[in-house]
């Protein structure tokens, strides 16, 4: 069996439709990548690359075996958590898993594998909104994200429900470039916020989460204001200095989750990435799980076939998945706690920030290339 010569539709350019494309092509498939936006974009944003995924864009060849230059990624020696309010630090935790955290920009990272894909031969049909039916092949694989619309075709129709949470994210232009730093995650009563250098500290990268109990306008990703994003989150910034009045322009999503799907295959036809399993970013794993579909997806159907391939696809990946996205919202109360309890948790964090880090090995020291 192999993946030489078979008819491929990829649905979804972003870094899971476009990492499995890449895959399969270079396993010798047609392939065909169907992206509903007229050019390839990624959001203004950066990206934590922990260790599980690099393993995939190093397997993927869109890293080469000398590294990449520092303008594209930040080494990260760790993360400082901070009680924010207090501007106190808690506790240093090293990077999780065997190697260090990338810090990419979401756009370079999309560039890397657009480049792989395009080498290996796909065809990127941009502006085109692919829905069941209008697209065929040999194999489909729908990457079209937390809202995806393939999925209902594959495992029932699901609303998306509001998590509670609102994200906001930014990036601040800095004159000089200035030395690779660690994280900092500011912790605060029903909020945080992680910052972190860009193309080597020439722009800083603002996350921050906050929890409301309701949201009432549809629009789930926007242009957020300035000066709200100031308001809300003054008090967890204060470590920060005047970090957020250099911020003119701030995007806000307001985070919506379908459960893990139950059934990610279909016939011909598999879900990858957010489609599947739409996760909070508290354990900073999306990408990362969309890259290890990738790599699990195209290696499978390259040594079974399709449906033998497909099946054992879903069987690697689900469970994995599922741990991943709960762990992920279990940490959201970890990092929100108002007084008293904050001392406690800040306690806690502060005798054992490495121990915890090494009970997340089987999170970031997964190699999919190898699994
Ligand atoms: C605030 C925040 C911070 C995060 N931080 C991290 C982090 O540090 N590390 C990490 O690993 N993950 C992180 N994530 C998660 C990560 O962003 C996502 O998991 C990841 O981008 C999912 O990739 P995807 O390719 O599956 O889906 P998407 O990126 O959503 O891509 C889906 C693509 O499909 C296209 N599409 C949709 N429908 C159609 C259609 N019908 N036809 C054609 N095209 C279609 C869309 O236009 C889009 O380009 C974060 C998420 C958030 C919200």
Not at 79 to 94: L, Q, S, Y
Not at 223 to 238: I, K, L
Request: glycine share 10%.
């Amino acid at each position: 069996m192999s993946a030489k010569g078979l008819q491929v539709a990829v649905i979804g350019g972003g870094i899971g439709g476009m990492a499995v494309a890449a895959a399969l092509a270079r396993r010798g498939a047609r392939v065909t990548l169907h992206e509903q936006a007229g050019d390839l974009a990624e959001v203004g944003a950066g990206l934590q690359v922990s260790w599980n995924g690099q393993q995939v864009l190093r397997a993927l060849g869109a890293v080469p075996a000398t590294g990449l230059p520092p303008e594209e990624v930040s080494l990260s020696p760790g993360t400082w958590m901070m009680d924010g309010p207090a501007r106190r630090r808690v506790a240093f935790v090293p990077p999780p898993g065997p190697g260090q955290t990338w810090y990419m920009h979401r756009a370079d990272l999309l560039a890397r594998l657009v480049d792989r894909a395009r080498a290996a031969g796909v065809t990127l049909k941009l502006g085109q909104v692919a829905t069941p039916g209008s697209v065929a092949g040999d194999l489909i694989v729908a990457a079209d994200g937390g809202r995806s619309l393939w999925r209902s075709a594959i495992d029932g129709p699901v609303e998306p429900v509001f998590s509670g949470q609102v994200a906001w994210r930014a990036l601040v232009p800095n004159d000089k470039a200035l030395p690779t730093a660690p994280a900092t995650l500011a912790m605060g009563p029903r909020a945080h916020m992680v910052v972190y250098p860009l193309r080597a500290g020439r722009l800083t990268n603002i996350v921050a989460v906050e929890e409301r109990s309701h949201w009432t306008e549809e629009d789930w990703n926007q242009q957020g204001d300035p000066v709200e994003f100031r308001d809300r989150f003054a008090d967890v910034a204060r470590p920060f200095g005047d970090l957020l009045a250099r911020v003119d322009k701030v995007h806000r999503w307001a985070l919506h989750l379908r459960p893990v799907a139950r059934t990610w295959v279909q016939g011909n036809l598999a879900l990858l990435g957010d489609a599947a399993h739409p996760t909070l970013p508290f354990m900073a794993q999306g990408a990362c799980l969309a890259l290890e579909d990738a790599w699990v997806l195209a290696a499978r159907v390259d040594a079974l076939g399709v449906a033998p391939g497909l099946a054992a696809y879903q069987a690697a990946r689900i469970d994995r998945a599922r741990r991943v996205v709960a762990l992920a919202r279990g940490n959201a109360w970890r990092f929100h706690l108002g007084r008293p309890w904050s001392w406690g948790a800040q306690a806690v964090l502060a005798v054992g920030a490495g121990a915890l880090a090494r009970r997340l090995d089987w999170v970031y020291g997964y190699d999919a290339t190898r699994a």
